[in-house]
Nanobody
Framework: QVRLVESGGGSVQTGGSLRLSCAASQFTTTMAWFRQAPGSEREGLALIRTRYASTMHPASVKDRFTISQDNAKNTIYLQMNSLKPEDTAMYYC?????????????????WGQGTQVTVSS
């Protein structure tokens, strides 16, 4: 069992930044960030293959969001810059045991409880 605990969410104004953290009981092969806004499907934001810290970011957030890892702390981060009101959502950390280069939520076995991000205009 892999336990994931997100933190770092909060309220910020348009154009601001936040860094989300995901403390993991252990790293798995692939770890990722997703978000879900009310009434919307869950959206994949970034993944990291933890063995070599190789990353993938969808084009929709590539210029603003960056995933990274701290091996000593077993923690994954999501740096979010130039935030917009449409970034308002619950943000989730997820982990998969297999190597992945995709952000299909069905492939991720372990999920955190989420951290809320609210961006005001």
């Amino acid at each position: 069992q892999v336990r994931l605990v997100e933190s770092g969410g909060g309220s910020v104004q348009t154009g601001g930044s936040l860094r989300l953290s995901c403390a993991a009981s252990q790293f798995t092969t692939t770890m990722a960030w997703f978000r879900q806004a009310p009434g919307s499907e869950r959206e994949g934001l970034a993944l990291i293959r933890t063995r070599y810290a190789s990353t993938m970011h969808p084009a929709s957030v590539k210029d603003r969001f960056t995933i990274s890892q701290d091996n000593a702390k077993n923690t994954i981060y999501l740096q979010m810059n130039s935030l917009k009101p449409e970034d308002t959502a619950m943000y989730y950390c997820a982990a998969a045991l297999q190597p992945l280069y995709t952000l299909d939520e069905k492939d991720y076995t372990y999920w955190g409880q989420g951290t809320q991000v609210t961006v005001s205009s």
